[in-house]
């Protein structure tokens, strides 16, 4: 992380609060974002990432793309909602079309971007979400992001 980058660090204690902080960061993305997320199985990424597609507009539809690879959910922008899980190789993720969507105005969700770290962009927003001493509570770290909360 850069000295201009700052860390923004959340704490929600259901999964309605994560969604509700992701539909906060989303409405004021521009377009061209990555997000990428970390955190174990069940942390809450889709969650945020349900958050994000009601904050673009494209309503409560995210939903997690283990099987399909990636969703597209039409807004104010355009979701394109990635799930990373699988992808073991350089082939996997070519053949997931990921590269044809960087450099669009579309926004992207990238759960699971430990495996394809490599890959992703240098102005990439890192989302880090970890379980809290409760149940539903969750650690949320964002960094690579300018904008507030």
């Known amino acids: 992380m850069g000295c201009s980058d700052k860390a923004l660090r959340f704490t929600t204690r259901s999964p309605r609060e994560t ?21 174990g199985m069940g942390a809450g990424k889709t969650a ?12 409560d539809v995210a939903s997690s793309p283990t099987f399909a690879i990636v ?12 799930d990373m899980y699988r992808i ?7 053949s997931t079309g990921f590269f044809d969507y960087l450099d669009t105005d579309r926004v992207l969700a990238v759960e699971w971007s430990e495996n394809i770290a490599a890959a992703l962009p240098e102005n990439t927003i890192y ?17 690579g992001w300018k904008g507030e909360l």
């Not at 969604?19 to 955190?39: I, P």
């Not at 104010?76 to 990635?82: D, I, V």
């Not at 073991?88 to 070519?94: A, H, I, K, V």
Request: one cysteine or more; aromatic letters at 10%; charged letters at 25%.
């Open 71 to 82: 969703n597209e959910y039409p807004g104010r922008l355009t979701l394109e909602h990635f």
């Open 19 to 39: 969604r509700e902080l992701g539909q906060r960061f989303s409405e004021q993305l521009q377009g061209g974002e990555v997000v990428a997320f970390t955190g």
């Open 48 to 59: 945020f990432t349900r958050g994000m597609a009601i904050g673009l507009g494209a309503g």
């Open 88 to 94: 073991e190789s350089w082939d996997d993720l070519y």
């Open 127 to 143: 989302v880090d979400i970890c379980p809290g001493s409760e149940e539903d509570e969750r650690q949320i770290t964002i960094t």
